[in-house]
């Protein structure tokens, strides 16, 4: 099988086939993540553990093409009973109408009952952002954790890079040492985002002096080819310890749960539309493929756009 945690299924020849046809179009031609390959495994996993309880056998590419209605529902219905979230149920049907679309355009197998399925109503959120004195807090604070003061510029360089440009916490750890050698000259950073997708991400001078501090106190000598973010043992690293510092922040500044390494990235995406930042302009810095995603950040922000309403519109300030 194309993925580890398929290894387990005693899956029918033909159906281990189109399965890795599909994480191979998934990954070459869609350009997806691992991230996001690993979740559709995963939706995968657990849809072919229900089948096979559900049917009583292991199920063939026949098998899935004969799927009614009734059976789509009962693995809605299963999941509900597991305790899981509607956001996650979503998610997973959305992952099985890809696996069934590729099926079909692939001639392997038809199957219109899954067409049929209502997606569960995802509840309505909007980005958690931090307020600008928490995330300032939390870049002047990262460096006070550990011991070895390499490392507490490393952290200092990372919440300023998420805070400072916006980035998500996977995109950041991807970046080589290459990619900021002319950062002071060049002001700009270039992201390669979710799909495989470029975009470039202007670099304040802040940001240029957290990263050249900490690649002056770097104890390992790093090329142009070698990770910009290392651990103690000068592997690239890991999401995890990142997440795990930030949960200490959290405890020192007394933040909520949802100041995560993720909310840098919202904080920065709403800070700028207070300040007066555009729409367009904070999706291309983003990496939004959708305007969409990014007007969630106008409701964190809708008292202030108001404000701005009625006093710029000439309608608005005209007297009744």
């Not at 470029?198 to 002096?209: T, W």
Request: hydrophobic share 40%; charged share 25%.
């Amino acid at each position: 099988m194309a993925h580890d945690s398929l290894n387990r299924f005693s899956i029918e020849d033909g159906s281990a086939h189109a399965i890795d046809e599909w994480l191979d179009w998934l990954t070459h031609e869609k350009r997806c993540s691992a991230h996001t390959i690993d979740a559709y495994c995963r939706d995968l996993v657990r849809f072919l553990d229900f089948s096979r309880d559900h049917l009583g056998y292991v199920p063939g590419l026949k098998d899935l093409g004969n799927l009614r209605t009734a059976d789509f529902r009962s693995y809605l219905a299963f999941r509900v009973n597991e305790g899981l979230s509607r956001t996650s149920t979503a998610r997973a049907l959305s992952s099985l109408r890809n696996l069934f679309r590729f099926l079909e355009r692939r001639g392997h197998i038809h199957n219109a009952a899954i067409g049929g399925i209502r997606t569960p109503k995802i509840p309505h959120s909007v980005p958690k952002a931090l307020d600008k004195v928490e995330a300032l807090g939390v870049v002047s604070s990262a460096g006070d954790l550990v011991a070895e003061a390499w490392i507490g510029k490393r952290d200092v360089a990372i919440v300023t890079l998420l805070y400072g440009c916006g980035l998500r916490i996977g995109e950041a750890l991807a970046l080589n040492r290459g990619q900021t050698a002319d950062l002071r000259a060049s002001g700009v950073l270039r992201i390669i985002g979710k799909g495989g997708k470029e975009r470039l991400a202007p670099v304040l001078g802040v940001v240029a002096n957290a990263i050249e501090d900490y690649l002056a106190a770097c104890p390992y000598g790093l090329g142009g080819d070698d990770p910009l973010f290392i651990g103690a043992r000068g592997k690239r690293l890991n999401a995890g310890i990142v997440q795990k510092n930030m949960r200490h922040l959290r405890a020192l500044l007394g933040l909520a749960e949802t100041a995560t390494p993720h909310a840098l990235r919202h904080s920065f995406a709403t800070h700028l539309l207070s300040g007066g930042g555009d729409l367009r302009t904070i999706q291309e810095l983003l990496g939004h493929a959708s305007l969409s995603t990014t007007q969630r950040y106008t409701e964190v922000d809708a008292k202030r756009l108001n404000a701005v309403y009625h006093d710029s519109h000439p309608r608005a300030r005209m007297k009744n």
